[in-house]
């Protein structure tokens, strides 16, 4: 079985809670248990929040939720102004910034994370998670 | 859901005493960031955040928190969190912060 939930939101802090609501009510209905629904959760609202601050101009972010029945897989694309993993730094817990940590989070929760970003293009963020 | 905020000024230990009650995200940071230096600017004392209520909080909802944490530190103050839920600990320690902040559960 494959199914695809698609949203469309605009780059607005206010709508971000709508992807997280849709993302935990796929999760439950798919089974996931209560600690795996949050985990997923944080990862698309991370997600989201990246889309909208590098969002640039654009209005609005895509996302789709693939139900692949033991696995939910979730693609979040932007087409704002990118931005070059090269400046990635991964977070130190003794010089800690405001930034950077959201890629960190959705890299430790989701089973498999995958990001494409170019500058002036836009990003795209494809994570999976599978169902123990 | 989003953040409402109960905040209250313990005379007898000095302290300020803030409840996180929903949701600390992209959307309800800023409120929050500023109703704590407006805090901070009325009085230089501990913090201690109340989470028993708190739902949800981001990596933008942390980084205010860490920013904040810089600003009580000139003044030789500090922030503790008391009872976190489990999904949220979890949070603050993949970050690392469990490490910086003081957590009583």
């Known amino acids: 079985m494959k199914e695809a939930i698609n949203l469309s939101l605009p780059s607005k802090p206010e709508y971000v809670s709508i992807a997280r609501l849709t993302a935990s009510f796929i999760a439950n209905q798919m089974g996931f ?20 601050i590098h969002s640039g101009s654009e209005e609005t972010y895509k996302i789709e939720f693939l139900n692949l029945t033991n696995e939910l ?19 130190n817990a003794d010089d800690l910034q405001e930034n950077g940590l959201g890629l ?25 998670k599978t169902i123990e | 859901m989003s953040l409402r905020l109960n905040t209250n000024y313990n005379e007898l230990d000095k302290l300020w005493e803030v409840e996180l009650i929903g949701e600390v995200d992209i959307n309800s940071k800023s409120m929050l960031k500023e109703e704590l230096l407006l805090l901070n600017e009325k009085k230089q004392v501990d ?14 909802g942390l980084g205010v928190l860490i920013s904040f944490y810089k600003n009580v530190k000139v003044n030789d103050k500090t922030i503790h969190f008391e009872k976190l839920k489990p999904s949220i600990l979890k949070i603050f320690s993949l970050t690392g912060l469990d490490k910086i902040f003081s957590i009583r559960n």
């Open chain 1, 33 to 52: 248990d209560v600690e795996i629904i949050e985990d997923i959760k944080l990862a698309v609202g991370e997600a989201c929040n990246n889309a909208i």
């Open chain 1, 73 to 91: 897989k979730i693609e979040i694309r932007d087409h704002g102004k990118g931005f070059s993993m090269d400046n990635y730094k991964k977070p």
């Open chain 1, 104 to 128: 960190f989070i959705i890299k430790s929760l989701m089973d498999q994370v995958d990001i494409e970003s170019f500058e002036g293009r836009g990003t795209k963020i494809i994570m999976s």
């Open chain 2, 47 to 60: 913090f201690v955040f109340k989470c028993e209520q708190l739902e949800y909080i981001d990596s933008t």
